[in-house]
């Protein structure tokens, strides 16, 4: 599984997860929306969920872009290959703690590996930060039950099924 990152370069710098990753030779940042590769795009406005199938249809190239949310929507549209949304998952980084589906781009990528049963690939992504242990142990049960589900929809009655538990 291979992680590569669109970086806009519209966030401070000295909390950029995705820059962070780059320097530790976890992804591969691009500046240029033309030069990322092909692959699953995790797009937070996508229709359709991340599911394990996904990757077994042989997409086992990670796209997330990283960008402020407010051109999240736009910038994610223009870019090629299968745009995915992550489900319900809960941040952890320091600056949006506990809110549902505000993750930053290390977060989704390893929520992203996880659901794709790659959990020493999500773990060794998270490792760099002092934080990311903590968001694979609140987000344990639903990538547990993602990560089993046959598709797209499943994904979704998983989440609504967790969603109504809370």
């Known amino acids: 599984m291979e992680c590569h990152v669109y970086?806009?370069?519209?966030?401070?710098?000295?909390?950029?997860?995705?820059?962070?990753?780059?320097?530790?030779?976890?992804?591969t940042l691009y500046r240029s929306m033309s030069q990322v590769p092909y692959g699953v795009v995790l797009n937070p406005h996508a229709e359709q969920a991340l599911s394990p199938a996904d990757a077994a249809e042989g997409l086992?190239?990670?796209?997330?872009?990283?960008?402020?949310?407010?051109?999240?929507?736009?910038?994610?549209?223009?870019?090629?290959?299968?745009?995915?949304?992550?489900?319900?998952?809960?941040?952890?980084?320091?600056?949006?703690?506990?809110?549902?589906?505000?993750?930053?781009?290390?977060?989704?990528?390893?929520?992203?590996?996880?659901?794709?049963?790659?959990?020493?690939?999500?773990?060794?992504l998270l490792e760099p930060f002092r934080w990311g242990e903590t968001f694979l142990t609140l987000n344990e049960e639903p990538l547990r039950r993602y990560s089993e589900c046959a598709d797209s929809s499943a994904v979704v009655a998983v989440q609504e099924d967790y969603l109504a538990d809370e």
């Not at 970086?7 to 997860?17: A, N, Q, V």
């Open 7 to 27: 970086y806009e370069g519209d966030d401070d710098p000295d909390k950029c997860t995705a820059r962070r990753l780059e320097q530790f030779d976890k992804a």
């Open 60 to 124: 086992e190239t990670l796209v997330a872009l990283d960008c402020s949310w407010e051109s999240a929507e736009a910038a994610s549209f223009r870019m090629r290959g299968v745009h995915r949304a992550l489900p319900f998952l809960v941040a952890a980084n320091p600056v949006n703690y506990g809110r549902p589906f505000r993750l930053t781009t290390v977060e989704a990528l390893a929520g992203a590996c996880r659901i794709f049963g790659e959990d020493d690939l999500a773990a060794e």
